[in-house]
């Protein structure tokens, strides 16, 4: 019987009509799988990875194949993003197995739910010198028959072993200058001069390292670091990784030159790259970063903003080509015929040179992605103006719209929506477009109501308004806090920090052990054979750096000691890692910039509906000063710790700005709020 018809996961329902008696991650299925003496088959994926789904075709909607595994095993599928903590455990001991890991992972384990094989996709047939699924399936039916004493001591050793893995990377002070000096060099060393971007192929969009590089100029004014950020940034967004016509960015390219991307569209890609780049255009004014910053984020409200205001986790890779086909890519290709039938003859010869589309085609069967090479500026100065440009994409846009689009992944995962409201915030904020601040409040306002209980505590997800059943890890109250507290920051709305700090507060007692080193799940969280503990950012912030970067932020608001022995305590990990593995700790070496310059705590006060007041507010939102805080309110109001004994000055708004137990000179001048921000804001 498959037991996933219920449940809330789409990447679970997704396998609710397999053949394989499937078992969500619950305490029966190991149960189960002691009571018959059979290993457990852990498949752990999500839901638009094209892999995954190769791999379900191929092998779990196969009768025979189904109809061996059921007799031979308890099957378990589990959703990486609704149990980051099982996926994390077990990914590490695939990787510590076999050197590399992915999705789809498959695991085999006891019925103590201790691992003894591992892999990730296999074939239905041998190829690539990979034996077939069926071979894996009966190699270790056989093994746990024949050889069980075998099978025990590998499980046994290798969860001792797991067990025995600790980071002592907290509490051993705060990363100086020096560190993050050494951290820029291990970049310059791994940047690629030609492409943008650090490393070879595959590809990904480095926007956690982008935030660093743009504080550390911001800082120190080193001006490789902010070359280094501009270049990566317009590569990406003149590659094919950027959706050229609807906005938004695909997971990563399978080329080091940006060109091919792999389909998938997460949340949280998106909404770290709408954010570094509105961060890249206020310090730099670039119209290229401007523009991307506002269609990524129209992309993210008009493709993954769920009825309930959230906002969903993914558009998936593949889509169904004009034969009805499944085929990744197939929603966001051209050739150079397609391009004919919707423009005409003419039109598509300048779409052709525009978007890079060759007759030989840089994807499959001669169909192109579409890319903006910079000998064709859509900003204007180069063959075709920009009206020209904007006809052509919005035709191709309204054509492609007909085609059948990728399925959308409808969960609601907490963290990540927290980065979306950062996001969306800021970029309402600097480009004067209120209904993307209005947005985050929404999507803010479903985090509380939804997927916060009487206690504070976070649910991982929900769907369709309705709360999921697996905690919040980490991640999720960190990111959550840092989307509140930038939601305060820009809309004046203090309760947002009031939460930020409820959830700030949890993190301390809930997942801080010895010496301020962080665990990713709570201490009261379900045992499994590891307790995750990962300070490295990959696709998105770590639990750890997050949860940094969000208490140093809550103290410069609230002066609170106790958050920022906490920021400091955890950012001892970033003085150990910085400079072997600066591309594995980004957002780590930025919340450490913000450290170094304070942060700088900025209180703008004024009368409701004051254009001062406003104009000083957007000021200090403005300022690159890394990490600055930011309230805004009534005089001496009550919104914010920060504007308690902050009069006017001379009865005109004013702005207060300190740093380090030090402040300025109140100003009611923008001009001077800029140079106490030491900072290139913009008017």
């Known amino acids: 019987m498959n037991r996933l018809a219920g449940v809330t996961s789409p990447y679970l329902l997704q396998h609710a009509d397999n053949p394989v008696d499937w078992w969500p991650w619950t305490p029966e299925a190991f149960e189960e799988a002691r009571r018959r003496d059979v290993p457990v088959l852990l498949s752990v994926g999500y839901s638009s990875c094209h892999w995954c789904h190769v791999m379900a075709h191929e092998s779990f909607e196969d009768e025979e194949t189904a109809a061996y595994l059921n007799e031979h095993f308890v099957a378990v599928k ?115 001069e030609r492409n943008g971007g650090f490393g070879g192929a595959p590809k990904f969009p480095p926007a956690m390292v982008v935030e660093f590089l743009l504080r550390h100029h911001a800082r120190t004014g080193a001006d490789g670091a902010l070359q280094m950020a501009v270049d990566t940034c317009e590569a990406m967004a003149r590659g094919g990784i950027h959706d050229q016509l609807g906005g938004g960015f695909a997971r990563y390219a399978v080329d080091r030159e940006w060109v091919v991307p792999h389909f998938e569209k997460m949340l949280y890609d998106n909404a770290l790259l709408c954010r570094v780049y509105a961060h890249l255009w206020r310090a730099t004014g670039s119209e290229l970063a401007r523009r991307v910053a506002l269609d990524t984020a129209d992309f993210m409200v008009r493709e993954l903003r769920t009825a309930e205001g959230g906002f969903a986790s993914a558009l998936d890779a593949d889509s169904h080509d004009a034969e009805g086909n499944a085929a990744e890519g197939a929603f966001y290709v051209w050739t150079p015929e397609q391009l004919r039938e919707v423009l005409g003859e003419q039109d598509a010869l300048r779409a052709a040179a525009v978007y890079g589309v060759t007759e030989t085609g840089t994807f499959e069967e001669g169909a192109s992605v579409l890319q903006l ?155 499994l054979i590891r307790r995750p503990q990962d300070p490295t950012d990959n696709a998105t912030p770590s639990g750890w750096s997050a949860a940094a970067g969000a208490l140093l932020s809550y103290a410069a608001h609230t ?17 150990a890692l910085g400079p072997r593995a600066p591309r594995f700790i980004g957002w780590g070496l930025a919340v450490a910039e913000a450290l170094l310059d304070g942060p700088r705590e900025v209180a703008v006060v004024g009368l409701a509906g004051d254009p001062a007041a406003a104009e000083l507010h957007r000021t200090a939102l403005l300022g690159t000063a890394p990490g600055a805080v930011v309230a805004v309110g009534e005089p001496d109001g009550e919104e914010f710790p920060l504007l308690r004994g902050r009069p006017l000055v001379d009865g005109r708004a004013a702005a207060y700005v300190c740093r380090a137990f030090t402040c300025r000179t109140p100003t009611a001048e923008p001009a001077e709020l800029v140079e106490q921000l030491g900072s290139a804001a913009r008017q």
Not at 91 to 96: G, K, R, T, W
Not at 561 to 574: D, F, I, P, S
């Open 78 to 192: 589990v959703d990486r993003e609704e149990r980051p903590d099982v996926d994390a455990v077990y990914m590490e001991a695939v990787q510590a197995a076999t050197g590399q890991g992915g999705w789809p992972m498959t695991v085999f384990l006891t019925g103590d739910a201790e691992p003894f094989y591992f892999g990730t996709y296999f074939p239905p047939e041998p190829r690539h010198g990979m034996p077939s699924f069926r071979q894996v399936l009966e190699g270790v039916a056989t093994a746990w028959a024949q050889r069980r004493e075998e099978v025990a001591e590998v499980a046994g050793k290798i969860t001792r072993d797991l067990a025995g893995r600790s980071l002592a990377h907290g509490g051993e002070g705060v990363p100086g200058a020096d560190e993050q000096a050494k951290a820029l060099l291990g970049l310059a060393r791994e940047y690629d």
């Open 373 to 527: 090479p910079r000998r064709y500026e859509d900003e204007g100065g180069g063959e075709f103006d920009a009206d020209a440009v904007e006809d052509i994409r919005c035709r191709l846009l309204a054509a492609r719209e007909q085609r059948p689009r990728p399925g959308r992944d409808d969960k609601v995962v907490a963290a990540w929506n927290g980065l979306a409201i950062a996001a969306l915030a800021e970029t309402g904020a600097y480009f004067d477009r209120p209904d993307l601040v209005e947005r985050a409040t929404e999507a803010a306002d479903l985090l509380v109501r939804v997927h916060m209980d009487s206690h504070a505590r976070l649910v991982r997800t929900s769907k369709d308004g309705i709360a999921g059943a697996n905690a919040g890890v980490l991640e999720d109250y960190a990111d959550v806090a840092e989307g509140f507290v930038t939601l305060a920051g820009v809309t004046g709305e203090g309760v947002w920090l009031d939460f930020a700090g409820v959830l700030l507060d949890l993190v301390i007692d809930l997942f801080t052990g010895e010496n301020g080193t962080l665990f990713d799940t709570a201490h009261d969280a379900e045992q």
């Open 559 to 575: 002066g609170s000691e106790a958050h920022r022995t906490a920021a400091e305590q955890a950012l001892g990990v970033v003085k």
